[in-house]
């Protein structure tokens, strides 16, 4: 593997009129070149137009015990300096700046697997959902059921957390076109 996760962490607060504001949070050990190469320039993802990114701090503890802080360029950071060993913890806000063609529908498909399917140490989903409207969920593929509590405010916390998922297994031909 090119990396290893250590921690992906998501925030969600979904907002009465469908929009969200998303707090991400992700450590990620480097293995390999590959791995440095994968993470050298750091993006949120995100929609032009539709939302607002920025990331909010970034460190890089490298394998040699010093510390990094990169210059953050709004929702992106280049970081050419990672080597195997280094870990890159990265933190950033997505906010809708308006509900989409879809009103105020609240939809969310999260996987808990790292995104390059390496294995994951720890794996959390928290989604803060504003009391005046009903949410529902489907969890698949062995998630957990949700802690839940419920805030002052009346908005209903659902959090999931998942620990040392294994590598994502290949298929055979499970990428392959016909």
């Given at each position: 593997?090119?990396?290893?996760?250590?921690?992906?962490?998501?925030?969600?607060?979904?907002?009465?009129?469908?929009?969200?504001?998303?707090?991400?949070?992700?450590?990620?050990?480097?293995?390999?070149?590959?791995?440095?190469?994968?993470?050298?320039?750091?993006?949120?993802?995100?929609?032009?137009?539709?939302?607002?990114?920025?990331?909010?701090?970034?460190?890089?503890?490298?394998?040699?015990?010093?510390t990094e802080q990169?210059?953050?360029?709004?929702?992106?950071?280049?970081?050419?300096?990672?080597?195997?060993?280094?870990?890159?913890?990265?933190?950033?806000?997505?906010?809708?700046?308006?509900?989409?063609?879809?009103?105020?529908?609240f939809g969310l498909?999260?996987?808990?697997?790292?995104?390059?399917?390496?294995?994951?140490?720890?794996?959390?989903?928290?989604?803060?959902?504003?009391?005046?409207?009903?949410?529902?969920?489907?969890?698949?593929?062995?998630?957990?059921?949700?802690?839940?509590?419920?805030?002052?405010?009346?908005?209903?916390?659902?959090?999931?957390?998942?620990?040392?998922?294994?590598?994502?297994?290949?298929?055979?031909?499970?990428?392959?076109?016909?």
């Amino acid at each position: 593997d090119a990396t290893f996760t250590l921690l992906n962490q998501r925030v969600l607060r979904a907002h009465k009129n469908g929009t969200t504001s998303d707090y991400r949070h992700i450590a990620v050990r480097i293995l390999t070149e590959a791995g440095a190469r994968a993470f050298a320039n750091f993006r949120l993802p995100y929609y032009g137009g539709e939302q607002n990114a920025r990331l909010l701090a970034c460190t890089v503890r490298k394998a040699n015990g010093k510390t990094e802080q990169p210059k953050l360029r709004g929702a992106s950071v280049a970081l050419p300096s990672l080597q195997p060993g280094d870990v890159v913890d990265i933190e950033g806000r997505i906010d809708d700046l308006a509900p989409n063609f879809f009103g105020d529908y609240f939809g969310l498909e999260h996987r808990f697997p790292a995104w390059d399917g390496g294995a994951t140490h720890q794996s959390e989903l928290v989604v803060i959902a504003e009391a005046g409207r009903e949410y529902r969920f489907q969890a698949i593929n062995g998630a957990p059921e949700p802690k839940t509590r419920t805030l002052p405010d009346g908005a209903q916390v659902y959090a999931w957390t998942l620990a040392d998922l294994p590598r994502d297994q290949l298929e055979t031909n499970r990428d392959r076109k016909s």
